[in-house]
């Protein structure tokens, strides 16, 4: 069966944050081309337009959202007017973020409030959105977009690690608290990601080593966090929750040198 063919998610609304570039983008269009009703969450509203339009052009379902998910009003906004609309919400991908890599002596407060605001606060916010919309009997999907390096850390990323590691705790404390309404909780942790985000932390040089130390021999690649979002997302997970999923060719686990 062809990805075009593959409507397993026919019906249900879906909301992606930070869906106008990289990761939120690919997600939201598989979901789509699975047959889902994506709404699609960016800052921006040339993002929100861009991600609509490929997926309306490409035959799927996409809904505007531009709203500021920072916010508890802002997400709460996001989620409650997307049910409404549609009349139903069932999955959640919490994959908005903003990212700054400081040394220790630099770490300025304004860069904590925001990455806190955006990659930490927006998650508690989306969750206890999506609780509230998410029918009782059919229960629903939240996917939390983490990172390797809420597991392994490098230099200069603090604050970073911290959030990942976080949001890593939330989707475990969430899933144990929504269970018993069938809602579950679960996260991805990508490694480096080639992103139009992440190209000012990227060089040649590191991108290589990290090929090396990569048992598959490659960087991923958006559309391999896309389809692992959508298989949480998806009933073929559904006996799974309170999962960290790390998606990184195998580089964590196993490189002890």
Do not use: H
């Not at 999955?91 to 806190?116: F, G, H, K």
């Not at 966090?225 to 999962?243: N, P, R, T, V, Y």
Request: net charge neutral; aromatic share 4%; proline share 2%.
């Amino acid at each position: 069966m062809t990805e075009a063919r593959d409507q397993t998610l026919v019906g249900r609304v879906a909301l992606v944050t930070g869906a106008g570039n990289g990761i939120g983008r690919a997600t939201a269009l598989k979901l789509a081309a699975r047959g889902a009703i994506v709404g699609i969450n960016d800052l921006k509203p040339e993002f929100v337009d861009s991600t609509v339009d490929a997926i309306k052009s490409a035959g799927g379902n996409a809904v505007a959202v531009t709203q500021d998910v920072s916010s508890r009003d802002g997400m709460r906004q996001a989620i409650v007017g997307l049910a409404e609309g549609q009349k139903r919400f069932d999955i959640l991908v919490n994959n908005a973020a903003w990212v700054r890599y400081q040394s220790v002596p630099d770490i300025a407060p304004e860069t904590i409030d925001r990455m806190l605001n955006i990659g930490f606060k927006a998650v508690i916010w989306g969750i206890q959105a999506a609780a509230e919309v998410m029918d009782a009997e059919r229960g629903g999907a939240i996917v939390n977009v983490a990172s390797v390096a809420g597991l392994i850390s490098a230099k200069n990323s603090i604050v970073y690690s911290g959030i990942k590691a976080g949001v890593m705790g939330i989707t475990r404390a969430a899933a144990a608290e929504l269970g018993a309404r069938n809602i579950r909780v679960n996260a991805v942790a990508p490694s480096a990601i080639p992103t139009e985000g992440t190209m000012r932390n990227r060089n040649a040089e590191l991108d290589a080593r990290r090929v090396a130390r990569t048992p598959l021999g490659r960087l991923g690649t958006v559309d391999d966090i896309a389809k692992a979002i959508c298989f949480l997302a998806g009933d073929e997970s559904g006996f799974i929750s309170a999962q960290v999923l790390t998606v990184d060719g195998g580089i964590t686990l196993t490189n002890i040198a």
